[in-house]
């Protein structure tokens, strides 16, 4: 519940105000002088003051100044002759003025903004606590992370279980993997990883399996293959949804134990590897246009696990990933800010990220550079991408419906999952049963 703190001397204004904001379900404290206020921020440590610039004993400019250290959330109050007064007042810290009589329409769109950047400001403290963030953080403390987290924690103990990961193109598929087996019993092992999608079927095959071929036949010699090299520890394939139609059959085999052999070989070879695979594919739909196997995708996806984009994670999740990442660049820039001033974090929470954890990542680390020799880490430091989100929520505003809202988002994630309604539930945070409802509620059918 957000509080208040409206210091007027005025006391049927205090009222009216007060009456405004309880309604509205906000806490309200309420003080006549200057020292009754300051003494009541101390205590309440609101979230929105109302000041008037004149007080019976100080003037609001005091009050500002003695509370300037503990960044106070200031809408001043003034007659009509003190509005030059009240400029002043915005220059030294307050964030808007209003005039007397207190218009409620305008109050509200004032406090709105207020409350917004109260929120701003608590979430800034907040990341400036968490810079030295455990690598969990690369996840979030949302209630929908934590239990991606519990997951992977259970994943991680099952040393022989195959993972599946699915996620956007740089939502962190990788770091998971790496979690998940450094947090297994066989994290003292080799992790090894190979992009499906980076190399040639046959470059591939050489490179999983091994090559016996010798240089008479223009080979190399003997190659051990990854699922050797990675004896005890971990594979991890990424973008396993690229795998070549003839090399699905030999990894089926692999995770059914009945081995391999290498290309040119004759002897069958065990591997005692776990697999964890990954993709940004959907795989379902793959299987329905036979690219890819159904027993291969049914052996792999035991216990899928889902990584949202960032644009579906909430903003405690971005505030522990953003934490995590400059604790993880410092090293790398030690004369670069690490603090971030709460302009530059409203535009980097706003921000719809298409290139997910990947292009947070190198937007931190090109704002650390810029940012060099200042103390913080500001909105000028962002690229243009990223420092104008800010406004065009406001600047292209068009009035819709919240049904209409929910409509168009319900039919975006659809169509970037392929119509598929599971995984299309699943970044939704709704059952599917639910999504169906909608679907039929909205007329969202095949077209």
């Known amino acids: 519940m957000p509080k208040v703190l409206i210091i007027d001397d005025e006391p049927d204004l205090v009222s009216a105000l007060a009456a405004y904001f309880e309604r509205a379900g906000h806490e309200v404290a309420r003080a006549l002088t200057a020292q009754e206020g300051i003494e009541a921020f101390r205590r309440s440590r609101p979230d929105l003051v109302l000041l008037d610039v004149k007080l019976p004993d100080k ?10 250290d503990e960044q106070p959330v200031v809408i001043m109050i003034t007659g009509h002759g003190d509005v030059p007064l009240a400029v002043r007042a915005m220059k030294e810290g307050a964030e808007n003025f209003l005039t007397k009589p207190v218009e409620l329409d305008h109050l509200g769109a004032a406090a709105e903004r207020a409350f917004e950047k109260a929120r701003l400001r608590e979430m800034n403290r907040y990341l400036r ?56 019993p066989r994290g003292a092992k080799p992790l090894i990883e190979v992009n499906c999608a980076a190399l040639t079927a046959d470059s591939l095959d050489m490179e999983l399996f091994g090559d016996e071929r010798s240089s008479e036949s223009g080979g190399r010699g003997l190659k051990r ?23 699905q059959p030999k990894l089926l085999g692999v995770l059914e134990g009945k081995g391999f052999r290498r290309l040119g070989g004759t002897d069958q070879i065990s591997a005692n590897v776990r697999l964890i695979a990954a993709t ?25 696990l889902y990584l949202p984009p960032l644009r579906a994670r909430a903003r405690e999740d971005l505030l522990e990933l953003i934490a995590h990442l400059v604790n993880e660049l410092q090293p790398q820039l030690p004369d670069a800010p690490t603090h971030i001033a709460d302009a ?54 068009v009035p819709k419906s919240l049904a209409e809202v929910e409509r168009v988002h319900i039919e975006r994630t659809l169509r970037a999952h392929g119509a598929n309604r599971t995984h299309a539930a699943r970044e939704l945070g709704i059952s599917r049963a639910t999504l169906i409802k909608k679907i039929k509620e909205y007329g969202l059918g095949p077209r």
């Open 59 to 68: 003037s609001g400019f005091d009050v500002l100044s003695e509370l300037r």
């Open 129 to 184: 606590g968490r810079v030295s963030a455990p690598a969990s953080a690369l996840l979030g403390s949302s209630p929908t992370m934590r239990e991606l987290a519990s997951q992977i924690e259970l994943l991680a103990r099952s040393d022989r279980t195959t993972v599946l990961i699915l996620g956007e193109s740089g939502s962190g598929k990788g770091r998971v993997a790496d979690e998940i087996h450094h947090q297994s």
């Open 225 to 247: 293959g990854l699922f050797e090299v990675a004896d005890g520890g971990s594979l991890f394939l990424d973008e396993i949804g690229d795998l070549a139609p003839h090399l």
């Open 280 to 304: 940004s594919k959907d795989l379902v739909n793959e299987v329905t246009a036979e690219r890819f196997r159904e027993d291969l995708y049914y052996r792999l996806s035991v216990m899928p």
């Open 344 to 397: 530059a974090l409203d535009r980097l929470l706003r921000y719809g990220w298409p290139g997910n954890v990947r292009e947070l990542r190198n937007v931190l680390e090109r704002a650390m550079i810029m940012g060099r020799g200042s103390d913080q880490i500001a909105a000028e430091h962002l690229p243009p991408e990223v420092r104008d989100a800010s406004g065009a929520d406001v600047e292209h505003h």
